[in-house]
């Protein structure tokens, strides 16, 4: 069935209204009839089967079959802080990495970042990522969009420490400690926030590793003895990250 996201939590046999955009894509694109049903996510987690029961001007009016909570979304909520590429590649790691269970972006600068953004720039690409992610949820069947965080630098991520359980940077100059030997190490909760820094094109200075180490307390990883691409190494780390606590599948003991 066809998703759609809504900003509201309801219950059984509640209306939903669908407008803008989502009532186009639903009346004109899909060309939904009153009794087709489609899948409502709140946002927070909850799946909802709904039933289009009437259509008025630039509007569907939905009813609320049933309702249960998603057992798509991972539990481990791993962000991703992810350099700056070029280009439009962060596009495709925010749509990566949305299909593959991420909780959020934070877009960051470094000291060999390429692109520079000015503010009405800045808010063009966030309002551009929020639609990928959003894209991605409903092709991927997840019932929760990753967010979007405002950009940040190097500089003061440290303001964002407190947010997570665990500070993850993954650096080409690691040779030894791996993600598998992290989760050896360290007993993750199931529920733990994680956050993944990865570095743009040209990777981070010596300098910048260990101001993130000092500021954030991160634990600096290594994906193996090949370079990868910047947008090819955040998705890597992810899937790596979520395989290991069992969010890809049953694992045998």
């Known amino acids: 069935m066809h ?4 900003d509201q939590s309801t219950e059984v046999d509640a209306s939903v209204i669908i407008s803008g955009n989502d009532y186009n894509h639903l009346k004109n694109s899909l060309r ?7 899948i409502l996510s709140d946002g927070d987690g909850f799946d909802m089967e709904a ?3 009437d259509f008025n001007e630039n509007e569907a009016e939905l009813k609320v079959l ?14 991703l802080a992810q350099g700056l590429p070029k280009k439009s590649k962060m596009d495709l790691i925010v749509e990566k990495a949305t299909e593959i269970g991420f909780a959020g972006l934070i877009p960051l600068a470094s000291k060999r970042t ?10 063009k690409k966030l309002s551009r990522w929020h639609r990928v992610a959003e894209a991605a949820a409903k092709q991927s069947g997840r019932s929760v969009i990753p ?16 947010e997570f359980d665990y500070v993850l940077l993954l650096w080409e100059d690691e040779k030894k400690y791996s993600i598998k030997q992290f989760f050896k190490e360290n007993n993750v909760d199931a529920e733990a926030k994680v956050l993944l820094i990865i570095g743009p094109e040209g990777g981070f200075s010596e300098a910048e590793v260990n101001q ?15 370079i990868l691409r910047t947008e090819t190494a955040g998705i890597t780390a992810l899937t790596a990250i979520l395989y290991e606590k069992g969010e890809l599948g049953d694992q045998d003991d």
Do not use: Q
């Not at 965080?149 to 407190?162: A, G, P, W």
């Open 3 to 6: 998703r759609f996201f809504i």
């Open 32 to 38: 939904l009839n009153i009794g087709d049903r489609v």
């Open 51 to 53: 039933e289009i029961i």
């Open 66 to 79: 049933t309702k249960e909570k998603s057992k798509v979304e991972a539990e481990l909520r791993v962000w």
């Open 114 to 123: 390429i692109v520079k953004y000015n503010h009405k720039k800045k808010a």
């Open 147 to 162: 967010e979007i965080k405002e950009f940040y630098s190097t500089d003061n991520l440290k303001n964002l420490k407190e």
């Open 212 to 226: 993130l180490k000092a500021e954030m307390d991160a634990i600096i990883i290594t994906l193996g003895p090949r």
